[in-house]
């Protein structure tokens, strides 16, 4: 879903090959296999397909889900996310002292310019325990493809995928409001969480703009400033990784090297965050025998962060107590 096409110049960036309609006219928004009686390139009722421990969040449901998680948060305070995002429509032009800046600032202004679709949160304990029964949340946002920006190819492999792009647009969550529940959860701002993601800068970005209700900083360092004040303890699986010799590749490579099973399709954010937090729990006791050095990982995003801050010394404590 973040593969880009070749980029051409425009307005300052560059720019993918992206989708940005007119909203004075529905045309463009059809003219690709989209209309008004079928949405959706894949099964219409693919999205809508339950999994057991999958519980999708809409508009509607959104206040009595959420009061779901803040009674379990205690008990299961490892968090593993993934969110669905229109892919990568922009580059940034001009000098970069370092790749991780060049990175940083790509980050930046796609997630700037475009909105999230989906995110997904999985909820384990200590020991690697998911919760019995519903252990993953996926929140559905508001998108309307007739107004909003995105990457025509990554739209492509999330109708593929099963988004309903329909109920997106007529059911989906205002984010400001899903950002002010988030925020008085329990869930952010406390080192009692350890949150867990797989190459989490856009992750991490996307949430990051829902919480401030506003664009990212204009410095990497700045952005790490706030992603360490709301996200105390984190884990990169993708970091981790680069400690772990045989271990390559993208999240469904490092699932099945570690013999984790999926549930839910994939490029869903919800199947994908429960195969996250599979993941790092099998790592954790595979690779490092269930004690990880928090020095070295905790609070580093992979690609990113070079001259970023380091955690804040409260948060160091042994990931495995």
């Known amino acids: 879903?973040?593969?880009?096409?070749?980029?051409?110049?425009?307005?300052?960036?560059?720019?993918?090959?992206?989708?940005?309609?007119?909203?004075?006219?529905?045309?463009?928004?059809?003219?690709?296999?989209?209309?008004?009686?079928?949405?959706?390139?894949?099964?219409?009722?693919?999205?809508?397909?339950?999994?057991?421990?999958?519980?999708?969040?809409?508009?509607?449901?959104?206040?009595?889900?959420?009061?779901?998680?803040?009674?379990?948060?205690?008990?299961?305070?490892?968090?593993?996310?993934?969110?669905?995002?229109?892919?990568?429509?922009?580059?940034?032009?001009?000098?970069?002292?370092?790749?991780?800046?060049?990175?940083?600032?790509?980050?930046?202004?796609?997630?700037?310019?475009?909105?999230?679709?989906?995110?997904?949160?999985?909820?384990?304990?200590?020991?690697?325990?998911?919760?019995?029964?519903?252990?993953?949340?996926?929140?559905?946002?508001?998108?309307?493809?007739?107004?909003?920006?995105?990457?025509?190819?990554?739209?492509?492999?999330?109708?593929?995928?099963?988004?309903?792009?329909?109920?997106?647009?007529?059911?989906?969550?205002?984010?400001?409001?899903?950002?002010?529940?988030?925020i008085t959860s329990g869930l952010v701002l406390t080192d009692e969480v350890c949150w867990i993601s797989f190459h989490g800068g856009y992750d991490y970005g996307y949430l990051l703009k829902v919480l401030t209700n506003n664009r990212l900083p204009e410095k990497e360092s700045e952005f790490f400033e706030l992603y360490h004040m709301f996200f105390i303890r984190s884990y990169d699986l993708k970091y981790m990784m680069k400690s772990c010799e045989d271990l390559k590749g993208g999240l469904d490579k490092l699932a099945d090297d570690l013999k984790v099973a999926r549930i839910g399709p994939q490029h869903q954010a919800g199947s994908d965050s429960l195969l996250t937090a599979a993941s790092f729990f099998s790592m954790r006791e595979q690779y490092f025998e269930n004690l990880i050095d928090e020095d070295k990982f905790m609070g580093v995003l992979y690609g990113l962060g070079e001259g970023g801050p380091a955690p804040p010394q409260s948060s160091r404590a042994l990931s495995a107590k």
Request: hydrophobic residues 35%; negative net charge.
């Open 1 to 182: 879903r973040r593969r880009r096409e070749k980029e051409a110049p425009a307005h300052g960036v560059g720019a993918s090959r992206m989708f940005r309609p007119e909203k004075k006219s529905q045309e463009a928004m059809f003219k690709r296999g989209f209309d008004d009686n079928n949405y959706s390139l894949a099964d219409e009722n693919h999205q809508d397909k339950k999994f057991s421990n999958i519980q999708d969040v809409y508009a509607d449901n959104l206040h009595e889900e959420m009061d779901k998680i803040v009674e379990i948060v205690d008990e299961y305070p490892y968090v593993a996310i993934d969110t669905e995002f229109p892919g990568v429509v922009a580059k940034p032009l001009g000098k970069f002292t370092t790749s991780s800046e060049y990175r940083y600032r790509q980050l930046k202004c796609n997630v700037d310019l475009l909105n999230i679709i989906q995110l997904g949160i999985s909820f384990y304990d200590k020991n690697g325990e998911r919760r019995p029964g519903v252990c993953t949340w996926q929140f559905n946002f508001k998108f309307n493809l007739g107004v909003d920006m995105y990457a025509i190819d990554s739209i492509d492999l999330l109708t593929k995928s099963g988004l309903n792009f329909k109920l997106h647009e007529e059911k989906g969550i205002d984010v400001n409001e899903f950002g002010a529940l988030l």
